[in-house]
């Protein structure tokens, strides 16, 4: 095996895009794996799955990865290459506004073939349930864990996509970094939901969260997540550390029309959005947000495309622009409600249906 040391294999991350480089042994978080349990059995984790649905896996590389002796861990900064978001139309989280994740996979490709080159071997883990990305961040200096349970690098704060690269070839370890947040809690004010406290992150009550996940949007939740329709930035929006990032953007996003997507077909919008988790890759989650967020942003533009969705065969979709109609346009979408009520038959739809004419003033004599 040819000799090949930390300082080469940093080079090549960070000329190949990386802004943040580290390298951790393969040993198991155990500190992790206790967190991620302790939150499960406590109820935080909410309908989440991902690490959560096997903590022993995610914290043991070896578990998947025997021979494997360290791990290279790569962060890179997505908010230069984001916008603001549009003040109409839909919002996205900005690591969510494109495939940002291209340029980690270039980079942990990069090191891969380097590794190879010299006889060692090695695999990529990039957004993979097969390990705890941000536990290996941490341990490997990029950044300390926030109160808001992202990683925050100095420089960055929390606006870091990681890659990992397990590898067979043992590796000297960074010096993970000794720093805190200390008496800084910005983030759980920030949290439109309340998610973030001191005891850490209930996923049970992240908007992310319920943008990814299958079913309906609980009620409570539909008006506090306003336009958006995947992910949520605002606790990186307010982290500190984060800054001097935010300080250099300088465009706009491009508006996410509700007209044009509630119009599109099922295959437009997953392609357009393929580089986000969607359930099932069905198109319906997807309808899902965009009718809440429409409904929420009260644009008279959407409201042709949600009435549009009282016919969808999807009866969760049917359910959630009866709601989207009631919440957007009040007492005007009584009439159209009101005739929809007679022909929906699936219970959980017509429960929606039931809410959203509540949601409006009945007519007096109606």
Known sequence: MAALNVAELRESALAAGADVFGVTSAAPFAEARHALESRKDAGLAGPLHFTYDDPETASDVKRTHPWAESIVVVGCNYLPRTGTPSETGATVARFATRDHYERVRRVTGTLIDKLESAGARASALIDDNQLLDRAAAARAGLGWMGK???????????????????????????????????????????????AITSEGLDGGRCISTWLQTSGPIPFWVRPLIERRIYGCDDCLTSCPPGFPAMGRIAVREPELSFAELLAASDDELLDRFGHWYVPGREARFIRRNLLVAAGNSQEESAVEGIFGHFGHRSSLVRGHAYWALARSIGIDG??????????????????????AVLMVRVPTGG
């Open 148 to 194: 808001s349970t992202m990683i925050l690098s100095p420089g960055h704060g929390p606006w870091l996509l990681f890659g990992s690269v397990a590898t067979d070839l043992r590796l000297e370890p960074s010096e993970p970094m000794r720093r805190t947040c200390g008496t800084c809690v910005a983030c759980i004010p920030a949290c439109p939901t309340g």
């Open 334 to 355: 009584w009439a159209a409600l009101r005739a929809a009520y007679d022909g929906e038959t699936v219970p959980d739809a017509r429960r929606e249906l039931e809410n």
